[in-house]
């Protein structure tokens, strides 16, 4: 049976890199990153520069309010911030699909079910809260496949 007392502290390894990752994908600096998370700027930094551990209060946020997986947060291992959407969640497909296929009626497109699945899966790699922009890019690219004006 494995000791989990030994194998159980955090190891920090990236867990800095790919913070700032998350940060620098949201498109802000450190210090509104932190007022953001609530937490104090120098000690935000001590988690970025991988001096000290996070607290799990840190975790629970990013997983809440950003969609953040924290399996790649904790081990990576690459530096590309990975979305929880990979879960299911019935509310978000249920909204994209029936946007989608409003989007397509509106636009004049009659497509297939596989289609309508495709575009939510590249949609639904992204995090939840901007779903919206990625519609309105559907959008645009539509319009464009169809010759019509864009408007943006």
């Given at each position: 049976?494995?000791?989990?007392?030994?194998?159980?502290?955090?190891?920090?390894?990236?867990?800095?890199?790919?913070?700032?990752?998350?940060r620098?994908?949201?498109?802000?600096?450190?210090?509104?990153?932190?007022?953001?998370?609530?937490?104090?700027?120098?000690?935000?930094?001590?988690?970025?520069?991988?001096?000290?551990?996070?607290?799990?209060?840190?975790?629970?946020?990013?997983?809440?309010?950003?969609?953040?997986?924290?399996?790649?947060?904790?081990?990576?291992?690459?530096?590309?911030?990975?979305?929880?959407?990979?879960?299911?969640d019935?509310?978000?497909?249920?909204?994209?699909?029936?946007?989608?296929?409003?989007?397509?009626?509106?636009?004049?497109?009659?497509?297939?079910?596989?289609?309508?699945i495709?575009?939510?899966?590249?949609?639904?790699?992204?995090?939840?809260?901007?779903?919206?922009?990625?519609?309105?890019?559907?959008?645009?690219?539509?319009?464009?496949?169809?010759?019509?004006?864009?408007?943006?």
């Open positions: 049976m494995q000791n989990l007392t030994s194998s159980s502290k955090f190891s920090r390894g990236g867990f800095g890199r790919r913070l700032s990752a998350v620098n994908s949201l498109g802000l600096n450190a210090p509104t990153f932190a007022d953001r998370l609530g937490f104090p700027r120098r000690t935000y930094l001590t988690w970025e520069r991988e001096e000290s551990d996070p607290p799990a209060r840190l975790l629970l946020l990013l997983a809440r309010d950003y969609d953040i997986d924290l399996i790649w947060l904790l081990e990576g291992p690459q530096d590309v911030v990975q979305y929880g959407s990979a879960r299911w019935w509310d978000r497909y249920i909204a994209l699909k029936r946007s989608l296929k409003d989007l397509a009626i509106r636009l004049g497109l009659n497509p297939s079910e596989d289609q309508i495709d575009v939510m899966r590249e949609i639904s790699t992204g995090p939840r809260h901007q779903d919206e922009d990625a519609l309105r890019h559907v959008e645009r690219l539509w319009k464009a496949a169809l010759g019509a004006p864009t408007n943006g």
